[in-house]
């Protein structure tokens, strides 16, 4: 019903920036918290950092300070802004959102196929 493109990734040297976006389309009404995560080689995914539809923000410790979550409500689309970035950020991210498709219908939570990220130098 709905679908999250992602795009932004690449590969970058430490110490340098991306910028990834998420454009959610299809089937929506509302779009409440969207979020990125990301998943390295042999490791669990995990939460990156979250933007709810007032543009509160959350990010886990490993990325404070030099992450950026953003979002476009009239776009329906979030932003990450990744700068001093280190081997350790490297991964696929995800862009996730939970999304109300129509009224009174129960928020789904929908998941982009992913974007490669390396940090290598």
């Known amino acids: 019903q709905v679908q999250l493109a992602e795009s932004g990734g690449g590969s970058v040297q430490p110490g340098g920036s991306l910028r990834l976006s998420c454009v959610a389309s299809?089937?929506?009404?509302?779009?409440?918290?969207m979020g990125w995560y990301r998943q390295a080689p042999g490791k669990e995914r995990e939460l990156v950092a979250t933007?709810?539809?007032?543009?509160?923000?959350m990010y886990a410790d490993s990325v404070k300070g030099r992450f950026t979550l953003s979002r476009d409500n009239a776009k329906n689309t979030v932003y990450l802004q990744m700068n001093s970035l280190n081997p350790e950020d490297t991964a696929i991210y995800y862009c996730?959102?939970?999304?109300?498709?129509?009224?009174?219908?129960?928020?789904?939570?929908?998941w982009g196929q992913g974007t490669q990220v390396t940090v290598s130098s």
């Open positions: 299809g089937r929506i009404y509302i779009i409440y918290t």
């Open positions: 996730n959102a939970e999304v109300q498709n129509s009224p009174g219908v129960r928020r789904r939570s929908s």
């Open positions: 933007i709810t539809r007032n543009a509160a923000t």
